[in-house]
């Protein structure tokens, strides 16, 4: 069944101004991960939290993670054009070791 | 060092047709797992495979698709008697070592179709 769910589905911003995405999931998680789907390409990993950390950050990405919701967040500062692509978040529950994916946020990052 | 790399790209087949996706992990990878997107929408897990053993096959559909990760060479990702419904990309990821925190390297995909 679907866990990660994006909140919003597309998301267009003027370049320099912050993105948020939201992504909420159902049952208890080990970690939640963030990727990024340029068009047509595979994915790319962007930032790994675990079920008892609060917030990371690596450059312009924040994630942040409530357990208790069960929701995190992804902040990009500052966006560039090229960080138009589609964002999923991702994740692994139990003894499982896939990756459980939301059906993503288009974001698109206007010059 | 490569990343992951699946072959064919682009794959087109025609109804009853067989399809064979390649995936070769990154050098040192020993898991591997495929996803399926369809158009839109997000990835959704199809099987974990380790050398020579499938460990997880719960997102496979029943008939029709089969996944082997041999010891010499690439893992395959069997579709037989394709239909319509079967068009979508197909992802195959790698990752170094059985944990759950550890990040997955994606290939760029295969894209079938069929017709």
């Known amino acids: 069944s679907q866990q990660g769910e994006e909140d919003p589905q597309a998301l267009s911003i003027q370049e320099g101004e912050n993105a948020t995405m939201n992504c909420s999931y159902k049952t208890s998680i080990n970690n939640l991960q963030w990727y990024r789907q340029n068009s047509g390409r595979g994915l790319v990993h962007l930032i790994l939290i675990r079920s008892n950390e609060r917030e990371k950050h690596s450059g312009r990405l924040r994630v942040t993670l409530d357990t208790s919701k069960k929701s995190s967040s992804l902040l990009i500062t500052a966006s560039r054009a090229a960080d138009t692509a589609s964002y999923f978040c991702?994740?692994?529950?139990?003894?499982?070791?896939?990756?459980?994916f939301g059906s993503g946020t288009q974001l698109t990052v206007l010059p | 060092n490569a990343g992951v790399m699946q072959n064919p790209r682009h794959l087109v087949r025609r109804r009853g047709q067989e399809a064979r996706l390649r995936c070769s992990p990154m050098k040192g990878h020993s898991h591997v797992y495929w996803y399926r997107q369809l158009p839109e929408e997000g990835l959704k897990f199809m099987v974990y495979l380790q050398k020579e053993n499938i460990i997880d096959e719960s997102g496979m559909p029943k008939e029709r698709f089969s996944a082997e990760f041999p010891k010499e060479g690439p893992s395959i990702l069997r579709i037989q008697q394709v239909v319509r419904g079967d068009s979508a990309a197909y992802f195959c990821?790698?990752?170094?070592?059985?944990?759950?925190?550890?990040?997955?390297?994606f290939g760029q995909g295969t894209r079938l179709t069929v017709v």
């Open positions: 990821a790698s990752s170094p070592q059985d944990r759950d925190d550890t990040e997955a390297f």
């Open positions: 991702a994740v692994v529950s139990g003894s499982a070791r896939q990756l459980t």
